[in-house]
Nanobody, 124 residues
Framework: QVQLVESGGGLVQAGGSLRLSCAASGRTFSRYAMGWFRQAPGKEREFVATITWSLSNTYYADSVKGRFTISRDNAKNTVYLQMNELKPEDTAVYFC?????????????????WGQGTQVTVSS
């Protein structure tokens, strides 16, 4: 079992930055691929970014590429999402998720564990 707790959300003006954290507890965190997803009101949950457990390979949605950076610290059992140049359309609840396969995956159904989410609101 892996438990995930997100933090770092909040209200920010357009053009600003936020750093989300996801603290994981449970065994073998370092072998899981970790992903960030988001869900805006009335919309489906969408993929944002993912990072593998080995070599820390990353993959991003086109909508955030160049603005967001995913990273992980296996010693601290934590994954981060640095979000820069935020836009109003980035407003959503952000979720972190863990995938036991350890591979690059963008489908939410592929992930085994989910956090409760943290709200990010970007004002114009």
């Amino acid at each position: 079992q892996v438990q995930l707790v997100e933090s770092g959300g909040g209200l920010v003006q357009a053009g600003g930055s936020l750093r989300l954290s996801c603290a994981a507890s449970g065994r073998t965190f370092s072998r899981y691929a970790m992903g960030w997803f988001r869900q805006a009101p009335g919309k489906e949950r969408e993929f944002v970014a993912t990072i593998t457990w080995s070599l820390s390979n990353t993959y991003y949605a086109d909508s955030v590429k160049g603005r967001f950076t995913i990273s992980r610290d296996n010693a601290k059992n934590t994954v981060y999402l640095q979000m820069n140049e935020l836009k109003p359309e980035d407003t959503a609840v952000y979720f972190c998720a863990a995938d036991a396969s350890g591979a690059i995956r963008i489908a939410a159904i592929s992930y085994d564990y989910w956090g409760q989410g943290t709200q990010v609101t970007v004002s114009s």
